[in-house]
C-alpha cells in the first residue's frame, strides 16, 4: 500500500530537549515536504526536498532541521525546541515537484 | 502576507445542492493550483489540480475554475452528499520557478442530510 509514515504520532517533550520526526514514504517520489497545521493559519510549508541532497526553505523555516540522506527518509529536527512549534507537522510526498501531494496521517507534538 | 485566501472558514449545504468554495491568491507568478480535502485526524487527500493555462478542469462531481485576471480560484461540488464534509484547502505553487506550496487557511464544508 502506497504510504507515507510519520512518527512519532503524538509526542509531548519540553523546551530544549532535541526531538526528531521520522518520516518515509514507498513510493519512490523524489519531492517530499513537511507542513505544520495551526488553527487560523492553515498548512504552513517548512521546507522542501526535491531529491537526495537537494533541500530548500518553504514559508516558516526558522527553528527547524531538516536531511535528506535517502530518498525514501526525509526527516524534520528540532535542535532546540520551543513552545511556538507545538504544532501538528505533516509530511508530504510527491512523484515530483509539480504533482499533488501524499500526505502522512500528522504528528501532534506539544512543547512544554 | 497571506499569499493565498480562503475567506470563508465555513459553509453549509444542503445535501444534493452545489458547493462552492472560493480562493483568492495574490501572487500572480503561481502557476499550479490544487484542492485538497481534510477529514479530522487525517492528512489532506488531493482532490483536484487546475494548471494556469487552463480555466476549468473537471472530475466527477468535483470541477475547479480558475479566473487569472480576477486571481481567483473555485470548486465546485455538484451534487454535494454529506461524505463531502470536510475542511478544505486551496494551495498554488510555481512562483519564482519553485516548488514551493503556499495553501490557504481552509473552509470547512458541511452538508446536511
Known amino acids: 500500500e502506497a504510504q507515507v509514515t510519520q512518527n512519532p504520532r503524538y509526542l509531548i517533550t519540553v523546551t530544549g530537549k532535541k526531538l526528531t520526526v521520522t518520516c518515509s514514504q514507498n513510493m519512490n517520489h523524489e519531492y517530499m515536504s513537511w507542513y505544520r497545521q495551526d488553527p487560523g493559519l492553515g498548512l504552513r510549508q517548512i521546507y522542501y526536498s526535491m531529491n537526495v541532497e537537494v533541500t530548500d526553505k518553504g514559508d516558516v523555516p526558522e527553528g527547524y532541521k531538516v536531511s535528506r540522506k535517502e530518498k525514501r527518509n526525509f526527516p524534520l529536527i528540532l535542535e532546540s525546541p520551543s513552545p511556538n512549534q507545538t504544532s501538528l507537522y505533516f509530511c508530504?510526498?510527491?512523484?515530483?515537484?509539480?504533482?499533488?501531494?501524499?500526505f502522512g496521517d500528522g504528528t501532534r507534538l506539544s512543547i512544554l | 502576507d497571506q499569499q493565498v485566501k480562503q475567506n470563508s472558514p465555513s459553509l453549509s449545504v444542503q445535501e444534493g445542492r452545489i458547493s462552492i468554495l472560493n480562493c483568492d491568491y495574490t501572487n500572480s507568478m503561481f502557476d499550479y493550483f490544487l484542492w485538497y480535502k481534510k477529514y479530522p485526524a487525517e492528512g489532506p487527500t488531493f482532490l483536484i489540480s487546475i494548471s494556469s493555462i487552463k480555466d476549468k478542469n473537471e472530475d466527477g462531481r468535483f470541477t475547479v475554475f480558475l479566473n487569472k485576471s480576477a486571481k481567483h480560484l473555485s470548486l465546485h461540488i455538484v451534487p454535494s452528499q454529506p461524505g463531502d464534509s470536510a475542511v478544505y484547502f486551496c494551495?498554488?505553487?510555481?512562483?519564482?520557478?519553485?516548488?514551493?506550496?503556499?495553501f490557504g487557511t481552509g473552509t470547512r464544508l458541511k452538508v446536511l442530510a
Open positions: 508530504a510526498s510527491s512523484g515530483t515537484g509539480g504533482q499533488p501531494q501524499h
Open positions: 494551495a498554488a505553487s510555481g512562483a519564482s520557478g519553485t516548488y514551493k506550496y503556499i
